[in-house]
């Protein structure tokens, strides 16, 4: 992988796309290397948490790469958004839940794969936007859909028909993001929330994410009936027994065994 790094440490996973030059734009290439980190972090079954950022000091992902994209024709821009949309459901679908660390530029594709982690975190010099239109596109990975869900219609038809970029803190207040923290301080932040989520039991914080994903799709009866699966599904595991008897004799958890 050249434009893709990974580190797994303990139960923590950091894929950073680094292809700082072009502001971590998302070249085929990218996205071809970033689908094979998943693959690995997907196939390390010690791994809980698992956090996305850009390299550099100044961008996350500055969305599609505009140069590759610009000549292709419709049945290619079809090709390649659906090749991006199967890795961003991939990432919104991923078996543990995925922290998107925002160090800078999000925009287009990037806010769009910060739209589909689960939790985001951003760096206080984060910038948001989906400028496809300025381009004669829509968005392509998700933003027209995402985006909407996250923040509600009228703000993500702002974004999407102006073009114009946001700062973190009207992120924050339009709910686009969970928090905004000091630049220098946002892989300890994103750290700390992944080791806060990867100490509890994993199969509990899976079900969990499948429940909260696939109620958001259904109707409340329907997503009822999700947890309730998700919840009695956790009955057949060992860190159900090891978490309640652990609360019963007054004790800590050490550690969960899956
Ligand atoms: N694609 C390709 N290259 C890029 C991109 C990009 N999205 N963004 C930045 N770069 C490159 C620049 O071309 C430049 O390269 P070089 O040094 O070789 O000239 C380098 O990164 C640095 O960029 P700038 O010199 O422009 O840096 P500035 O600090 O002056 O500006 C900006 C930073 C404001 C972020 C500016 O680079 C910019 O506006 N970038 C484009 C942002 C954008 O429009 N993103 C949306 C792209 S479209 C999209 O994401 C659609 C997704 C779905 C597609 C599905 C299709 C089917």
Do not use: W
Not at 30 to 44: M, R, W
Not at 106 to 120: P, S, W
């Amino acid at each position: 992988m050249d434009t893709v790094l990974l580190e797994m440490k303990e139960h923590i996973a950091t894929i950073t796309i680094n292809r700082p030059k072009a502001l971590n734009a998302l070249s085929t290439e990218v996205l071809e290397d970033l689908n094979t980190a998943l693959a690995q972090v997907c196939a390390t079954k010690s791994i809980y948490a698992l956090i996305i950022t850009g390299a550099g000091d100044k961008s996350f992902v500055a969305g599609a790469d505009i140069a590759e994209m610009k000549d292709k024709n419709v049945d290619e821009a079809a090709t390649y958004g659906r090749f991006g949309n199967q890795i961003f459901r991939r990432i919104e679908n991923f078996r543990c839940p995925v922290i998107a660390a925002i160090n800078g530029f999000a925009l287009g594709g990037g806010c769009e794969l910060a739209c589909a982690c689960d939790i985001r975190i951003a760096a206080d010099n984060a910038v948001f936007g989906q400028p496809e239109v300025g381009l004669g596109i829509t968005p392509g990975f998700g933003g027209t859909q995402r985006l909407a869900r996250l923040v509600g219609a009228g703000p993500a038809k702002e974004m999407i028909f102006t073009g114009r970029n946001i700062k973190a803190d009207k992120a924050l207040a339009i709910g686009l993001v969970n928090s905004v923290v000091p630049h220098d301080e946002l892989m300890a932040a994103a750290e700390k929330m992944a080791a806060n989520i990867a100490k509890n039991a994993p199969i509990a914080v899976a079900n969990a994410k499948t429940a909260i994903n696939e109620g958001l799709q259904t109707n409340i009866d329907a997503g009822i009936n999700i947890e309730v699966k998700a919840f009695s599904a956790c009955f057949a595991t060992e860190d159900q027994r090891t978490g309640m008897n652990a609360f019963v004799n007054k004790e800590k958890v050490d550690a969960f065994a899956n």
